[in-house]
């Protein structure tokens, strides 16, 4: 027994040796990194030709949540803020994009090319390059319009020619296996329900689809004309000529020449003058350090809303809002005596009601605390997206911004007999009436989906009315701009659902106008914090983070399409909770 109690002495003290030299090693590491990085400043070049990759599909903005190893992806907003700090950086020459994979929404579209053209109004160029132009959507074309050459690959295609959107049906396959969907919708534009409920497009989902594709449409086509110096009509006829040869498009004045990226980027930095270096945009977005205290601060709502808080890990946090860290950044401005006020950022397409309430709760508490709210909406601020957002001082949205969507679903699909075709029961045992309320293995009884639509009728309600006090409408005013429609954004600003047209710049401007504060020389912190031990060293070492960027390869691993598809999928069938949901449709 005694040779017991001494081996296990020894391995206790050979394990907590082990770990203490792991964490001695990460202090030594951290602190080697950091006295390099002051040695170094930035570590970016003199002369630089900042380069931008949107091949891929890119996120709104971040809610804080990067690991300790992998570090978060770049979005729009900070696509947004960099470009500001390029054209302030004498040592920015100019920008180069590769484009074309379709991955763009318009709305991200919109949010980029001020942007963009704030930096030539500085003397800065850019230029993208394509090679070729896929998907249906404008927004590729839009924010290369926002350029002053594009370039294609030489035989490269051009297919963009207008704008679409859909749903799948699922009632069909759910007959096929006896699947029983009970959801109640408020009300008929709640065209999320329909994936489970109906066999094909209804009338109601028809309308508010072909006006918000005629909508979107109208918008980029607009766009392009200006931004190539052509009419409409001759935009609408050259986009109906496609799919159409680079050679084809150039005639038709979509884009200006043709040759490889390569060619592209040696014509870059021969403009960029002697020593030019091409430098990652991701690079350059985290070399940018933000301010101790700043008069404005971001906070960052981006996701599907969901109840508590986030789980984070070494891999990160979970994607999408969740109500307790939403809330608590908000909290967190609020108690900076720094901050005057509070640009909300939503991008959203809704999700629980407990939750949006919760954070909608947080932002009329920071107005109650004089801070002055704007919100900046982007690609889509439905449902629960909007939900949040009505209260707020003043809302700013993109012209194509997937608005509104104010209803409610709620429901359950019952898959106890689909089991029992494939040889499988399940029972379960409960005390209480309605305990089994929200199984997924039985039906709602009839007093049970009474109770449910109870429920929609005063979430609806409630719903309906905050959207009235928040806005200073009429109920009949809300109740004509409600019923579970989605809007565009231009749509929505008739309807009296937002103030402005514009994006992160016209709302950070507003702020700034309510608040007394400077326009020119604002300042901004991002909330919430990143967490996590990477998360708080990332203002303190600079570009650091990009030297670690290839740690990303994990997150893109996770993010496969077959992989998230499934993990999606199973997410998405309603579970019994009352939600504030949007139709899940491509923002194109």
Do not use: C
Request: charged share 20%; aromatic share 6%; hydrophobic share 45%.
């Amino acid at each position: 027994m005694g040779r017991f109690f001494i081996w296990l002495k020894s391995v206790f003290f050979s394990v907590l040796n082990s770990a203490a030299r792991v964490v001695i090693a990460l202090v030594l590491l951290f602190s080697i990194i950091l006295i390099i990085t002051l040695a170094r400043g930035d570590g970016m070049p003199s002369n630089m030709v900042l380069a931008l990759d949107l091949r891929e599909a890119i996120s709104d903005s971040s809610n804080g949540q990067s690991g300790l190893l992998v570090p978060q992806p770049v979005t729009v907003m900070d696509l947004v803020l960099a470009l500001e700090n390029a054209r302030k950086d004498s040592r920015v020459k100019g920008v180069v994009m590769r484009l074309g994979n379709g991955a763009i929404s318009l709305a991200q579209a919109q949010e980029l090319a001020p942007s963009l053209a704030r930096l030539r109004a500085d003397g800065k160029f850019v230029l993208a390059h394509a090679s070729s132009f896929m998907g249906r959507g404008l927004g590729d074309v839009v924010v290369a319009s926002a350029a002053e050459q594009i370039w294609m690959q030489p035989k490269g295609q051009f297919s963009p020619s207008g704008t679409a959107l859909g749903q799948v049906y699922l009632r069909g396959l759910f007959d096929k296996f006896e699947a029983e969907p009970q959801i109640a919708k408020r009300k008929e534009y709640k065209s999320a329900a329909d994936t489970f409920m109906e066999r094909g497009m209804g009338a109601a989902d028809r309308e508010q689809l072909t006006r918000l594709t005629q909508s979107s449409y109208d918008t980029g086509v607009a766009a392009i004309a200006s931004a190539r110096k052509l009419t409409p009509d001759a935009v609408r006829a050259a986009l109906d000529a496609s799919p159409q040869l680079a050679e084809e498009a150039i005639a038709r004045k979509l884009i200006d020449r043709t040759g490889y990226d390569e060619d592209m980027k040696a014509d870059a930095l021969r403009r960029a003058g002697s020593g030019a270096e091409t430098v990652k945009m991701s690079s350059y977005v985290r070399s940018r350090t933000e301010p101790f205290s700043a008069p404005i601060a971001i906070v960052e709502a981006s996701g599907e809303i969901r109840d508590g808080t986030a789980e984070t890990s070494w891999l990160g946090g979970n994607e999408g809002i969740a109500s307790d860290d939403l809330a608590k950044a908000i909290g967190e401005a609020v108690k900076d005596r720094n901050v005057k006020a509070i640009v909300l950022r939503v991008d959203s397409p809704g999700g629980s009601v407990t939750a949006s309430d919760q954070i909608l709760h947080a932002v009329n508490k920071a107005k109650a605390a004089g801070k002055k709210v704007v919100v900046s909406m982007g690609g889509v601020a439905a449902s629960g997206g909007y939900f949040i957002a009505l209260s707020a001082d003043r809302i700013v949205a993109q012209p194509t911004t997937i608005t509104g969507s104010i209803g409610v679903l709620t429901g359950k699909v019952s898959l106890g007999r689909t089991l029992g075709l494939a040889g499988v029961n399940a029972e379960e045992v409960a005390v209480g009436k309605n305990t089994l309320m929200d199984s997924a293995f039985k039906p709602y009884t009839p007093e049970q989906w009474d109770a449910v639509n109870r429920q929609a009728d005063v979430i609806y309600d409630d719903f309906t009315a905050k959207v009235a006090a928040g806005r200073k409408l009429s109920r009949a005013q809300v109740e004509s701009a409600a019923r579970g429609r989605v809007w565009t954004g231009s749509d929505a600003r008739a309807q009296g659902l937002v103030d402005e047209m514009g994006g992160f710049w016209t709302a950070a401007r507003a702020a700034a106008r309510l608040a007394g504060v400077p326009e020119d020389n604002a300042q901004f912190r991002i909330y919430p914090r990143d967490t996590g031990l990477f998360g708080g060293l990332r203002s303190a070492l600079g570009g650091v983070e990009g030297a670690l960027a290839t740690l990303g390869q994990i997150r893109t691993l996770l993010g496969l399409p077959g992989v998230r598809q499934v993990m999606e999928g199973a997410e998405s069938l309603p579970r019994g909770g009352i939600e504030l949901r949007a139709p899940d449709m491509p923002q194109n």
